[in-house]
């Protein structure tokens, strides 16, 4: 039976993702805002408009590529993060809703006018620059530097930063701290590190088998990176100076032992929106 390409024949199309998404009508909600550059109200007022012959096509493409598994930031090329559009592509990580909890624990590390002096941050793996972006976009007077090791990352968080037009940031690339100067120092350094064990099975279902590993795997049950980040960090923090990284869900005691560890005090972990012990934090002891 032919079915007109209308807004609604589009969505009923949803159903046959269910096999391969968690969220199959929030999927194509977003390849049509992407493909008619409009918002979703629009879809649900509108729900008869067909597309023209062209969004058609595209639509069709979209969805034979999301039917494949492809992750939907990738097919449209951008993913919201803290409400900023942020381009994505296969070099890095698609951003997720609960790293936007890292973001919140940095703005919410000073007093309201104390926030507002000039501070510096530093992101270490800075990735399409999501955290480093979405922090320096909400406090103008700091002055941010967003590092990876992986070229592609560094011109993908450049390019978000010119789109997004924010201009106290500067993305570099370095391994972690390696192209720093020793002198360096930061307020803030902040980190979501890759954090999953190789072997974790996780790794084989939805999105993150189109990521590359670079950005997921770590040695040591995932904690190696976590480590040398929390082992080095005090030497680029300035007295009192904050540590905020993202770590898995199980990994919220051996982070807070290593925080302890290496010289910090008010150590704490946040849980994320699924209760999930997610994000930790420690005051550099001076
Ligand atoms: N939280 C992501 C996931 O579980 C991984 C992010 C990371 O390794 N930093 O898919």
Redesign the pocket.
């Known amino acids: 039976m032919y079915l007109s390409p209308t807004i609604a024949n589009c969505l009923k199309q949803s159903a046959q993702l269910a096999e391969i998404s968690d969220s199959p009508r929030l999927d194509i909600e977003i390849l049509l805002t992407h493909i008619l550059q409009k918002n979703r109200t629009y879809l649900f007022t509108w729900p008869e408009q067909e597309l023209n012959v062209e969004q058609a096509k595209v639509f069709n493409e979209f969805f034979a590529r999301r039917l494949t598994g492809e992750p939907v930031a990738h097919i449209i090329g951008q993913r919201e993060f803290w409400s900023l559009p942020l381009m994505v592509n296969n070099s890095t990580?698609i951003p997720?809703p609960?790293t936007e909890l890292l973001v919140e624990a940095a703005l919410g590390l000073f007093g309201e006018d104390e926030g507002n002096q000039s501070r510096r941050l530093l992101d270490l793996g800075t990735g399409s620059g999501a955290i480093v972006l979405a922090l320096a976009h909400e406090k103008k007077s700091w002055q941010c530097v967003g590092v990876d090791k992986e070229l592609a990352a560094v011109e993908l968080a450049e390019k978000n930063r010119m789109q997004l037009n924010v201009h106290n940031v500067n993305i570099q690339q370095s391994d972690w701290f390696s192209a720093l100067s020793s002198e360096a120092s930061f307020d803030v350094i902040v980190s979501?590190?890759?954090?999953?064990d190789l072997n974790d099975e996780?790794l084989k279902e939805g999105d993150?088998r189109f990521e590359p590993l670079s950005?997921?795997i770590a040695d040591n049950n995932g904690l190696a990176d976590l480590e040398f980040i929390i082992a080095h960090a005090p030497q680029y923090l300035t007295a009192n100076g904050w540590l905020l990284v993202?770590h898995s869900y199980d990994q919220g005691s051996a982070v807070r032992d290593l925080f302890a560890t290496n010289n910090f005090d008010h150590v704490n972990t946040l849980r994320d929106f699924g209760g999930n012990e997610r994000v930790t934090l420690g005051r550099k002891i001076s």
Do not use: C, F, K, T
């Open positions: 990580l997720r609960d979501n590190p890759p954090y999953i996780h993150v950005a997921l993202e």
